[in-house]
């Protein structure tokens, strides 16, 4: 199978000065009178997968649309490569988000283009330098490498959960991101579609080496997939570590958590 | 884009019964009609500067655009025409009772060409093109809303406001002033068609009575002021699908709200249009 590197697009590798990838320091953010983040903080490295676990409510897909810009934070810093990015117009938000690829939880796939229009998407308003030929081979690759190069021509309503998240995961990736954002990847699919998934991230993982924080309720997949997992309960941390870490803690809502998952 | 205050229309509708949850926006309580109102003004004001901005920077959508004046203007001409045409009927069947009535019934070709252009025209074709096409944006725009399809657009790093709404309000605007002329050629033709079946009247004989002491000023200042009717369809209609909340009911909403917004500004702004015209052009 041909990889995707083969005809991604020449781009220079930002080079690894120590820097976090992304560092969200301190943020707060409320709708109303509901606190969902209360002060938190985490830090992605390149290279780097954080799985970002915790009870539904408690802020975990509001931290990640904090950090492709999605949403503002009523305070604190969220940083990509060391800039601020809070209160960026959206043309300088776009600049930064050239560099990320955000999977959404339910795949929000342009549902009036087909599979290979939708993976083509990023590359047409990024990339005019590439011909139609290149793009298409470029396009052809990506959905090859999440497994569904024999679906080009399907519209998103006629494929599956498991593989709209194939597709819009190879749509995350085809502008190369050094940072890959995961909402829920596996939720709601089966437990073999799970697996693929997460094997799907590793391979990705490890041939692009990018920073990912990766925000799920599965624990299996999280302990798989991530170097680093942070337990969020009422807006904040709880614990932040590797799975081991977790285990031995005891803390009475990590204990909690890990025996219900 | 910041989403985080969007009220009104964005308000989900509770189930009967439901509870109501610690934290959720009706226990939070929901600002008054008053204030409602003005943060509605104040994010339209705030939504039309972005879509100036992505409308005058590049990159510029061209080929969205172009799918949008197909959209908006070829696909509606049909309906505008039928619309323009019946509209020239009433016209006429109405225009020659009173006319008769008052021994004028020679005027009759003058009075369907004078209501027909001055102002059947470009409001039938403002209140059609409310109807269809406020409808199509609103309920497009939420779905994609609804369904992150916004925020993943967004996400690529492409500005929805620049991909999304300025070719489908440049579209509006572009194309109301061409629909009315086609509202305001069928209307004519109807009710001389209508005319000529009651009373035996050449084309030729309606058209030289009709525009008989007619200037472009009684022509061009009523078709352009439909550039304005365009403006207020388009950017009512993608605003208010852009800020949708709330699932399946939120589209609904949005898409209701879009055709009753635009119809009412249009009618509003029609107003305040004709006097200007009057002023300017007497």
């Known amino acids: 199978m041909e990889t995707i590197n083969q005809v991604a697009p020449k781009k220079p590798k930002r080079p690894d000065d120590g820097t976090p990838a992304v560092s969200v320091e301190n943020v707060h953010k409320s709708f109303g009178k509901q606190k969902v983040l209360n002060g938190i903080s985490l830090s992605v490295k390149r290279g780097e997968t954080l799985a970002v676990l915790g009870r539904s409510g408690t802020g975990k897909s509001v931290l990640l649309r904090l950090i492709i810009g999605l949403q503002q934070p009523d305070s604190g810093a969220v940083r990509i490569h060391g800039e601020d990015i809070v209160g960026l117009s959206l043309d300088d938000m776009g600049r930064i988000r050239k560099g990320m690829g955000f999977l959404f939880q339910h795949a929000a796939l342009y549902d009036s283009l087909t599979v290979e229009q939708n993976v083509a998407f990023p590359l047409e308003h990024h990339r005019p330098e590439m011909s139609s030929a290149e793009r298409a081979e470029r396009v052809r690759n990506l959905l090859a490498e999440v497994g569904m190069e024999g679906s080009l021509q399907k519209m998103p309503a006629n494929i599956s959960g498991g593989m709209q998240k194939r597709v819009g995961l190879a749509r995350a990736l085809a502008l190369d991101p050094q940072i890959l954002l995961l909402d829920e990847p596996t939720a709601g699919l089966d437990p073999i579609s799970s697996g693929e998934i997460d094997e799907l991230v590793l391979k990705l993982q490890a041939e692009h080496q990018m920073a990912s924080i990766v925000v799920t309720h599965d624990i299996h997949s999280a302990k798989t997939i991530a170097d680093r997992l942070a337990l969020l309960d009422k807006g904040n941390v709880v614990i932040e570590g590797t799975f081991a870490e977790l285990q031995s803690s005891e803390n009475e809502f990590v204990k909690n958590f890990l025996k219900y998952s | ?282």
């Open chain 2, 1 to 282: 884009m910041e989403r985080d205050s969007t009220p009104g229309a964005g308000v989900a509708v509770p189930l009967p019964g439901a509870t109501v949850l610690p934290g959720s926006s009706e226990e939070q309580g929901e600002p008054g009609l008053i204030m409602q109102f003005l943060e509605w003004f104040g994010d339209l004001g705030v939504f039309f500067m972005r879509v100036v901005h992505a409308a005058f920077t590049p990159p510029f959508e061209f080929r969205e655009l172009l799918n949008q004046l197909d959209e908006i203007g070829s696909k509606s001409l049909p309906l505008v025409a039928l619309a323009g045409g019946a509209t020239g009927i009433v016209i006429s069947l109405q225009a020659r009772y009173s006319l008769t009535r008052f021994g004028a019934a020679s005027l009759l070709p003058a009075a369907i060409v004078f209501s027909v252009i001055h102002e059947t025209g470009p409001i039938i074709t403002g209140l059609v093109v409310s109807g269809r096409v406020g409808a199509g944006i609103g309920a497009q725009l939420a779905s994609m809303k609804v369904t992150e399809q916004i925020d993943a657009i967004e996400a690529s790093a492409v500005n929805p406001y620049r991909l999304l709404a300025a070719p489908r309000i440049i579209a509006c605007f572009l194309m109301l002033p061409l629909l009315t002329l086609a509202a305001d050629l069928f209307g004519m033709l109807m009710g001389w068609v209508s005319q000529a079946l009651v009373s035996p009247l050449s084309l030729q004989q309606f058209v030289t009575r009709g525009f008989k002491g007619a200037t472009f000023n009684d022509f061009l200042p009523p078709t352009f002021k439909t550039m304005f009717f365009g403006l207020i369809i388009g950017v009512i209609a993608c605003f208010q699908g852009m800020r949708t909340k709330g699932g399946a009911a939120g589209v609904g909403r949005a898409a209701t709200s879009s055709v009753v917004l635009a119809s009412l500004f249009v009618i509003l702004a029609d107003v305040v249009l004709v006097k200007l015209i009057l002023i300017l052009f007497p």
